[in-house]
């Protein structure tokens, strides 16, 4: 399993709160694209939905982050998942599963985030 990071859109990626349209974090985003360039999987976790969400979709993509789900598990946990279900344990669940979640409501949780060791931390989960 890669190592999987949920993170939030207000106030984390971009600064401020809905509806705003806060400037960019540039050092969240790049530890984001960090991430994913080690094979970890992105989750955009937020409150948005609709055209709001779209533009947070959006405003990501044009300072080169994607996602491999927003709002929903990502590929491989729905794959571990429904394993799980299909071996008999009843593990599967509606709720957002990752190994760490970043949201600025989190103290402390941005700064943690941003000085991970990327590299070390997705080759050990890999090892798994």
Same mark, same amino acid.
Request: negative net charge; proline residues 3%; hydrophobic residues 35%.
């Given at each position: $399993?890669? &190592?999987?990071?949920?993170?939030?859109?207000? +106030?984390?990626?971009?600064?401020? !709160?809905?509806?705003?349209? +806060? @400037?960019? =974090?540039?050092?969240?985003?790049?530890? %984001? #694209?960090?991430?994913?360039? *080690?094979?970890?999987?992105?989750?955009?976790?937020?409150? =948005?939905?609709? !055209? %709001?969400?779209?533009? @947070?979709?959006?405003?990501?993509?044009?300072? !080169?982050? /994607? *996602?491999?789900?927003?709002? /929903?598990?990502?590929?491989?946990?729905?794959?571990? $998942? =429904? #394993?799980?279900?299909?071996? +008999?344990?009843? &593990?599967? /669940?509606?709720?957002?599963?990752?190994?760490?979640?970043?949201?600025? =409501?989190?103290?402390?949780?941005?700064?943690? *985030?941003?000085?991970?060791?990327?590299? #070390? /931390?997705? #080759?050990?989960?890999?090892?798994?």
């Amino acid at each position: $399993m890669p &190592f999987i990071v949920a993170i939030d859109y207000d +106030g984390t990626l971009f600064e401020g !709160g809905h509806p705003d349209k +806060g @400037a960019p =974090r540039i050092d969240v985003i790049e530890k %984001a #694209k960090q991430f994913k360039k *080690f094979s970890a999987e992105i989750i955009l976790w937020t409150c =948005r939905d609709s !055209g %709001a969400l779209q533009e @947070a979709i959006t405003r990501c993509k044009e300072h !080169g982050l /994607t *996602f491999d789900a927003i709002n /929903t598990n990502s590929f491989s946990q729905v794959q571990y $998942m =429904r #394993k799980e279900l299909a071996e +008999g344990d009843v &593990f599967a /669940t509606k709720k957002i599963f990752a190994d760490l979640y970043v949201d600025d =409501r989190s103290p402390g949780s941005i700064e943690f *985030f941003l000085n991970i060791d990327v590299e #070390k /931390t997705c #080759k050990n989960y890999e090892s798994r």
